[in-house]
């Protein structure tokens, strides 16, 4: 994927990306009260290991020419009933590396995402993004995303 004359390559994520994906998780102001600490990879690597067993699901990190992790989001297919029997792609964790935001890559990665989800027969890309984050807000509306549903969550965590 061209980006500004240099090379970013997108790729399935690999057990070794996933401290660098960590990373880019934490380096924002949510992430960083949400995520645990860098030395305690265990969780993620057993959540990594999970998720890439599972066809529905995929883990993606966008390399720069370097081989470094510079950006990374999560895609799940969900079929269900609705809308014909329609699989859905969901869409979470986008996150770019501080130094390259601003720089067309997320979109570009945004926009690999909904390419791929064409191929695998997505019909609708759906993506949930946190209240406080109106920059996101800002950055998906100016890619065609539309509010079109509110969304709720229950913390599972809490009785």
Do not use: C, N
């Not at 860098?38 to 993606?60: C, G, I, K, M, N």
Request: glycine share 10%.
């Amino acid at each position: 994927m061209p980006l500004d004359g240099r090379g970013v390559v997108v790729d399935r994520a690999r057990a070794e990306d996933v401290p660098a994906v960590v990373a880019l998780l934490r380096d924002d102001v949510l992430g960083a009260g949400r995520e645990g600490p860098a030395e305690e990879l265990e969780p993620y690597l057993s959540a990594f290991a999970a998720l890439d067993a599972d066809p529905q699901q995929l883990l993606v990190v966008a390399r720069d020419e370097a081989g470094a992790v510079v950006a990374t989001l999560q895609l799940t297919f969900i079929r269900g009933l609705s809308r014909g029997g329609a699989t859905r792609m969901q869409v979470e964790a986008v996150r770019v590396a501080a130094p390259l935001r601003g720089s067309g890559l997320g979109a570009a990665l945004l926009g690999w995402a909904a390419e791929h989800g064409r191929r695998r027969g997505a019909v609708l890309a759906q993506l949930t993004t946190d209240l406080r984050r109106a920059d996101a807000h800002r950055f998906y509306e100016r890619l065609g995303w539309r509010y079109t549903h509110a969304g709720l969550k229950l913390d599972l965590t809490e009785p």
